[in-house]
């Protein structure tokens, strides 16, 4: 077992190369062991230079409505108004500190989301 950094792409296809052979690896094995210190590093490699940016608030309220079965009025119960809802869903409102604290609450979407400019 040679674990070392991932600093370059070259390194980054190695680690990933050799995480493909070992993926079955038992825990408790040099293997397994292996396998959780280059899943480690390969998700911090990718972390820091494939980041994945924050979903916009419109698209993540809808998405998360879909996922939850919720419609146009489930969503007016947790903003105010049928209309308000239609206007934030259609851009035309941006959401206050209240509606974004509702809609974490209900939907559970993180306010780091919520509270983006769109």
């Known amino acids: 077992m040679e674990i070392k950094p991932i600093k ?6 190695q680690a990933l190369e050799r995480l ?3 993926f079955d690896a038992k825990n408790g094995t ?3 062991d292996e396998l959780e210190v280059l899943g480690i ?23 998360r409505m ?3 079965g919720y419609n ?9 108004l049928k209309s308000r ?3 934030i869903l259609n851009r035309k409102r941006k959401l206050s500190l209240e509606m974004i ?6 939907l559970h979407i993180p306010t780091d989301v919520l509270i983006q400019t769109y």
């Open 72 to 80: 146009q009025n489930d969503l007016a119960n947790i903003v105010g």
């Open 101 to 106: 604290r509702k809609l974490h609450k209900v």
């Open 41 to 63: 590093l390969i998700d911090q490699y990718e972390n820091e230079h494939f980041p994945i940016g924050l979903p916009d608030p419109i698209e993540a309220i809808k998405f």
């Open 85 to 87: 809802a239609s206007e």
């Open 20 to 22: 493909e052979m070992i």
């Open 30 to 32: 040099s293997e397994g």
């Open 66 to 68: 879909e996922q939850m």
């Open 8 to 13: 370059t792409v070259k390194d980054y296809n």
